[in-house]
């Protein structure tokens, strides 16, 4: 399993980035997908998910109507638009998935993180 992100950068207050998620390894349109910012000193925080269809989407209510998340299963990706950014939005964001696995005669959940992205919001 990989997944792979980029699309971040330095952008001023107001600005737009539109981050990517390349995944592999693994059914991508089986399963649901989300985004995890992580700013120095803090936890990784759920910020938007995405069903396994992309027909429902969740976001934290301090993006809701910032940043819009889509998928698109033919090339096994991930995005995250996101406008409006502000300086609290800085961190570094985390893809995620986590794969139902056939373990022990049974079923375990294994989590998979991306290396990270860095997004940067100053003037």
């Known amino acids: 399993v990989q997944l792979v992100e980029s699309g971040g950068g330095l952008v001023q207050p107001g600005g737009s980035l539109r981050l990517s998620c390349a995944a592999s390894g693994f059914t991508f349109s089986g399963y649901g997908m989300s985004w995890y910012p992580q700013a120095p000193g803090k936890d990784r925080e759920l910020v938007a998910a995405i069903s396994s269809s992309g027909a429902n989407t969740n976001y934290l209510g301090s993006v809701k109507g910032r940043f819009t998340i889509s998928r698109d299963n033919a090339k096994n990706t991930v995005n995250l638009q996101m406008n409006s950014l502000k300086p609290e939005d800085t961190a570094v964001y985390y893809c995620?998935?986590?794969?139902?696995?056939?373990?022990?005669?049974?079923?375990?959940?294994?989590?998979?993180w991306g290396q990270g992205t860095q997004v940067t919001v100053s003037s």
């Open positions: 995620y998935v986590r794969l139902k696995v056939r373990r022990g005669g049974g079923y375990a959940f294994d989590d998979y």
